[in-house]
Nanobody, 133 residues
Framework: QVQLVESGGGSVEAGGSLRLSCAAS????????MGWFRQAPGKEREFVAG????????????AYADSVKDRFTISRDDAKNTVYLQMNSLKPEDTATYYC??????????????????????WGQGTQVTVSS
């Protein structure tokens, strides 16, 4: 059974930092493009960051939403089978539930294009991030 378990969410003041983790079981994250999406109350789910399959020539590196570029960093530790989202300089508008996704058929950049409605292979249950002003 495949599971993606997010952790690391919480409450932080504006300007602070959090690091989200997505621990996978049942799959090897090295064989999947991994990404983060978020959904704020009353808003649609949106792409945050994506990273392609490890070692993929067509990876094109990581992709980020414009709203988080230069503040958030996605990374993967294949040995720990975990993907991370380092979030710095957090803003109140970053408040949302953050979801981890895994897919074997897209790149990290493609996630930014196809968005949350694509039928990704696996989704996590989400972790809440609250940023106060």
């Amino acid at each position: 059974q495949v599971q993606l378990v997010e952790s690391g969410g919480g409450s932080v003041e504006a300007g602070g930092s959090l690091r989200l983790s997505c621990a996978a079981s049942g799959i090897s994250v090295s064989s999947f493009a991994m990404g983060w999406f978020r959904q704020a109350p009353g808003k649609e789910r949106e792409f945050v960051a994506g990273i392609s399959i490890s070692g993929s020539r067509s990876s094109g590196g990581a992709a980020y939403a414009d709203s988080v570029k230069d503040r958030f960093t996605i990374s993967r530790d294949d040995a720990k089978n975990t993907v991370y989202l380092q979030m710095n300089s957090l803003k109140p508008e970053d408040t949302a539930t953050y979801y981890c996704v895994a897919d074997s058929g897209v790149t990290g950049h493609a996630m930014s294009v196809v968005g949350p409605d694509y039928e990704y292979d696996y989704w996590g249950q989400g972790t809440q991030v609250t940023v106060s002003s």
